[in-house]
């Protein structure tokens, strides 16, 4: 029978048989901690199997565990355990799209296959006996983050398994979402709600698709299968939701999220549904539950706010609440960054990202009771933990390559100027990151260079509208010259590749910016009030024009007329001391070192396209690829 039956299959069969056999898990258990291990990795790792002696020995092994794990006293031992049923959960060979049933023609006799049926009502009852399992498990107080992580993949499993339990679940999500509404601060979240509120309903008017439902039967059709009469007595009461969703500890909160979520990821990654047919919003609580984790993280962002403002104080220990009377859990430090990297996995859901940017943007202006005035922590903006976490969101939200395999990868020499998809939308943000530019004197070091590196990351791939609100609030003239002129060389670091690199978004060349003839020049170490041409094989003069009435082309030229005019009055000043300065006197001590390094930077542009165009030509709608701005930032650290 096992003739064509993969090695790690066989040994499986052999090792569950000879647990079985050898007492299970009452008898000398720490001699079978190397064979669990081993069955676990090869659960884990190995693919789908149609062996039915295998699949029977899977099905064995969740009996043995489940029937047993009340007696594994050691701790390590147990954890092996919770990771077996882990496993056992997810294999594709319990899932209904595993087993063929006719969900089109709503007919789930699947005649003539008994076999499905015996299966079918097995797991349901394994399902129902680790979830009880699990839920006496939170009866418990200060269980480990591994059982945490255990009892919520169990509980996300559990709801789809048994539909009667998401009415209770929705509820709950929509009382505790109206409990944070009632204790948060009136002045900031009224507004706030409403916008979450309005987000998330737009999310669930969206279309549905049957074809989704369909391609997904394990989100949608077990209720299909269901025999009302004994799975009432299967399973406890909704005390579970209650201690998931009610409890005092968000850590346990997340983990339920993040299992949730990446429950429902799987389940549509394994369906390999286009994408214009995937609903998220039609999954039964998706919604109401990134509703609720959505006051979660504006509370985590408020506090991290909060903590940065007041960052000269002594700063409290990680595991002690912050803002216990406010939010919707006691908020420590320590759960503020679990909360921020449970977002970022989410984000996968990339309709999620505006309602994680609007979050955001409301909880870091929320009015405060701090040393700072609210038009002082306006010119401030984001604390840089924040900024790079909605960095994540958007790069985590519209990189789709992780499940459309089809798509290619991007040419390292040359940046992608790929939009990001519609649905991630970003103007608020926008808005809010380009307030901080009037105040860049004031701002700390930290913050600007955060704004900085958003923009720069972003910029090429915002809506024609978005680019053109960051870039005009960027070439403002005094906004300019602060930045252009700052006394930190990572901000100059910052303008200038933004400048040079990601401010066009066309090849530069072709634009015949004036001021990049004196600038390489400059960067040669030449005179720049020397009337030649720099000697470098590749003049500006070279590059035809492009002629073209785009909105893309008509922005980049705007934006080349001012780095023009902004970095000629640099190098030109005005005599008479009359004139109006362009910026403060203060500042002329560094537009000799700024102008060389600008030079420097735009010498190096013209270089790499040089090089690039040894092989091959450049259109004018390829701009190349710079050095990575993080490794240069961490170089002048």
């Not at 050898?22 to 790792?45: F, I, M, P, Q, Y």
């Not at 808005?431 to 990351?457: K, L, R």
């Not at 000799?592 to 091959?616: F, K, M, S």
């Amino acid at each position: 029978m096992w003739s064509d039956a993969a090695p790690w299959e066989r040994k499986f069969h052999e090792i569950v048989t000879d647990l079985i056999a050898d007492g299970g898990l009452t008898v000398d258990l720490s001699t079978k901690v190397s064979l669990l291990e081993n069955l676990a990795d090869n659960l884990e790792h190995e693919t789908e199997t149609a062996d039915e002696t295998v699949v029977g020995s899977m099905l064995a092994l969740w009996i043995l565990i489940v029937g047993n794990v009340d007696q594994v006293s050691v701790v390590s031992y147990k954890y092996i355990c919770f990771r077996l049923m882990t496993m056992l959960l997810r294999r594709p060979e319990f899932k209904l799209q595993s087993l063929d049933f006719d969900f089109n023609t709503q007919d789930v006799r699947k005649e003539g296959d008994p076999e499905a049926w015996r299966r079918i009502h097995l797991v349901r009852k394994l399902v129902s006996d680790t979830f009880v399992y699990s839920s006496k498990l939170l009866l418990h107080d200060n269980q480990s983050d591994a059982t945490y992580r255990f009892c919520a993949v169990v509980a996300a499993h559990a709801y789809f398994v048994f539909p009667m339990m998401q009415a209770p679940f929705v509820d709950i999500c929509i009382w505790r979402y109206g409990h944070h509404q009632a204790i948060a601060s009136p002045s900031s979240s009224s507004s706030f709600h409403s916008k979450v509120h309005a987000l998330v309903r737009a999310m669930s008017l969206q279309p549905t698709h049957t074809e989704f439902m369909d391609r997904t039967p394990d989100l949608f059709h077990w209720g299909w299968l269901a025999k009302q009469p004994s799975d009432a007595a299967m399973l406890p009461d909704d005390s579970t939701w209650r201690y998931l969703l009610d409890a005092n500890d968000g850590h346990l909160f997340c983990a339920f999220v993040q299992a949730f979520h990446d429950h429902v990821d799987r389940a549509i990654d394994a369906s390999a549904s286009h994408v214009s047919v995937v609903g998220w919003g039609m999954v039964p609580g998706y919604l109401p539950l990134m509703q609720l984790f959505a006051v979660v993280l504006y509370d985590a962002v408020v506090v991290l706010t909060d903590q940065f403002l007041n960052q000269d104080r002594h700063p409290p220990p990680r595991n002690v609440a912050l803002a216990p009377s406010t939010t919707l859990f006691p908020m420590t430090p320590l759960l503020c960054e679990t909360v921020l990297r449970t977002a970022t996995v989410v984000a996968t859901c990339g309709h999620l990202v505006p309602l994680w940017l609007v979050v955001a943007v409301a909880a870091a202006s929320t009015d405060r009771s701090t040393a700072l005035s609210k038009s002082e922590w306006a010119q401030w903006g984001m604390p840089p933990c924040i900024i790079q976490a909605t960095t994540a969101w958007i790069q985590v939200g519209a990189n789709p390559h992780t499940r459309h395999k089809h798509n290619s990868k991007d040419d390292s020499h040359v940046q992608s100027l790929l939009l990001y998809p519609s649905y991630i939308r970003l103007h608020e943000i926008v808005v809010h990151m380009s307030t901080v530019f009037p105040n860049v004197t004031c701002a700390p070091e930290g913050v600007v260079v955060s704004v900085m590196e958003w923009v720069y990351t972003h910029i090429q791939r915002l809506p024609i509208e978005d680019k053109a609100v960051v870039a005009n609030s960027l070439l403002v003239q005094p906004h300019f010259y602060a930045l252009f002129l700052h006394w930190s060389p990572k901000v100059r670091l910052c303008l200038r590749h933004l400048l040079v690199y990601r401010l066009f978004r066309h090849d530069r060349r072709t634009l015949h910016l004036a001021s990049d003839t004196s600038a390489l020049l400059l960067g040669m170490g030449q005179d720049k009030n020397n009337s030649c041409e720099p000697s470098i094989g590749f003049p500006v003069e070279d590059k035809p024009e492009v002629l073209s009435d785009s909105p893309s082309l008509m922005l980049d030229l705007s934006l080349a007329s001012k780095v023009d005019t902004f970095v000629y009055m640099l190098g030109h000043p005005r005599i008479p001391t009359t004139s109006i300065r362009m910026f403060p006197e203060a500042l002329d001590i560094f537009v000799d070192e700024a102008l060389l390094e600008y030079g420097v930077a735009v010498q190096e542009y013209y270089h790499r396209c040089a090089t690039i165009e040894a092989n091959e030509r450049m259109n004018p709608m390829d701009v190349v690829e710079g050095p990575p701005l993080a490794s240069l930032l961490a170089a002048l650290e």
